[in-house]
């Protein structure tokens, strides 16, 4: 296209290195513009353009803005709340407008991701990507008996399906550790409930390659074009464990 910015100067202000760099990117055949291998010289509409990087989206898009929240218990995951409740988006600035990727029930705490970016919020929401997500659940009962575990571990059936194996490890009494891909609704509630220790409280402690420790509750920080683009390939490599076969 004769109108729009130099592909190289675009990935550079992406943050893929200097320009000499990213025209070598696109020399050796790793940059796709919609689909298509890119060639030197390209020009794109970056407001319109799907720019990928050795297979993994790189967002190009003026204006894309990233928070890392932490959510407290009692915020609804939504924009607004017909009965009133604060939401997430409340706790973020209010422009640009932004929506979350993913949810969390109102009780359930912890690190939660708000965009304006379409593309990578769909690329990370798609059940068939399977990005990790990491909990620590307190639960009734004290620690579940080690048959209860492996029964976590192995996949547990639920009135809209079995669910994948968890990796799943105990921190302390009645309190574990769970690691899942997939985005059941109330997943890691429903399969404490099923194994009869049902979650007395719940907090998300990873997206992907994303934690942070630091982060009070009710408080958000920027994510780094590093950041952006490590949820990204996470994304796209869960998508490539599924073609192949297999799974974390």
């Known amino acids: 296209m004769a109108d729009g910015e130099r592909l190289q100067k675009v990935l550079a202000r992406a943050g893929q290195g200097s320009r000499r760099v990213c025209e070598n990117l696109i020399a050796s055949g790793r940059v796709t513009v919609d689909g298509e291998v890119a060639i030197?010289?390209?020009?794109?509409?970056?407001?319109?353009?799907?720019?990928?990087?050795?297979?993994?989206?790189?967002?190009?898009?003026?204006?894309?803005?990233?928070?890392?929240?932490?959510k407290p218990a009692g915020v609804?995951?939504?924009?607004?709340?017909?009965?009133?409740?604060?939401?997430?988006?409340?706790?973020?600035?209010a422009e640009p407008r932004v929506f979350p990727v993913g949810r969390l029930d109102l009780d359930t705490e912890g690190l939660l991701?708000?965009?304006?970016?379409?593309?990578?919020?769909?690329?990370?929401?798609?059940?068939?990507?399977?990005?990790v997500k990491e909990y620590v659940a307190e639960v009734v009962g004290g620690t579940p008996a080690r048959?209860?575990?492996?029964?976590?571990?192995?996949?547990?059936?639920?009135?809209?399906?079995?669910?994948?194996?968890?990796?799943?490890?105990?921190?302390?009494?009645g309190v574990l550790r769970?690691?899942?891909?997939?985005?059941?609704?109330?997943?890691?509630?429903?399969?404490?409930?099923?194994?009869?220790?049902?979650?007395?409280?719940?907090?998300?402690?990873?997206i992907g390659p994303l934690r942070d420790?630091?982060?009070a509750p009710g408080r958000w920080r920027h994510l780094?074009?590093?950041?952006v683009r490590s949820l990204a390939s996470a994304a796209t490599s869960g998508t490539r464990r599924r073609v192949n076969g297999w799974s974390s």
């Open 224 to 227: 780094n074009g590093e950041e």
């Open 113 to 131: 991701i708000l965009t304006n970016d379409g593309a990578l919020a769909q690329l990370l929401s798609h059940p068939s990507h399977g990005v």
């Open 147 to 173: 048959g209860a575990l492996r029964t976590l571990r192995q996949g547990i059936d639920l009135d809209d399906g079995r669910t994948a194996p968890a990796e799943v490890g105990v921190l302390a009494p």
């Open 76 to 93: 609804m995951t939504t924009a607004d709340d017909p009965q009133g409740r604060p939401t997430v988006v409340g706790l973020v600035p």
């Open 40 to 70: 030197l010289g390209r020009r794109v509409d970056v407001a319109t353009v799907r720019v990928e990087v050795d297979g993994v989206l790189l967002p190009v898009a003026p204006d894309l803005v990233y928070y890392l929240l932490n």
């Open 213 to 215: 420790t630091d982060l």
């Open 178 to 206: 769970l690691v899942i891909h997939q985005g059941k609704n109330r997943q890691v509630r429903r399969m404490c409930d099923a194994i009869g220790h049902p979650v007395r409280r719940l907090v998300r402690t990873r």
